[in-house]
């Protein structure tokens, strides 16, 4: 059986940096993408960030500038790192892992930028 355990998320203040970790267990197999998404309250949950197999990057136009995605493959793992956070980054936070077959979903780690 597939988990994702995300990690990183906690308190920061506005300017402030965190970085977070999805590691997934069990046998993931054509692994398309790997990706963070987010869902504040009253809000949809909207994408990220996404790194494909290859290594191609894609961004929210909000975070551009101010997050990285990159990824393990020998790990299974991607990490987010999130820098000049703002308060409107307050979220929860979302690892996707996309194959061919499946969507696999973590449990989901709070972000609060908040001073």
């Known amino acids: 059986q597939v988990q994702l355990v995300e990690s990183g998320g906690g308190l920061v203040q506005p300017g402030g940096s965190l970085r977070l970790s999805c590691a997934a267990s069990?046998?993931?197999?054509?692994?398309?993408?790997m990706g963070w998404y987010r869902q504040a309250p009253g809000k949809q949950r909207e994408l990220v960030a996404a790194?494909?197999?290859?290594?191609?990057?894609n961004y929210a136009d909000s975070v551009k500038g101010r997050f990285t995605i990159s990824r393990d493959n020998a790990k299974n793992t991607v990490y987010l790192q999130m820098n000049s956070l703002k308060p409107e980054d307050t979220a929860v936070y979302y690892c996707?892992?996309?194959?061919?077959?499946?969507?696999?979903w973590g449990q989901g780690t709070q972000v609060t930028v908040s001073s």
């Open positions: 790194i494909t197999s290859g290594g191609s990057t």
């Open positions: 996707n892992i996309a194959t061919m077959a499946n969507d696999y």
């Open positions: 069990g046998s993931i197999f054509s692994i398309n993408a």
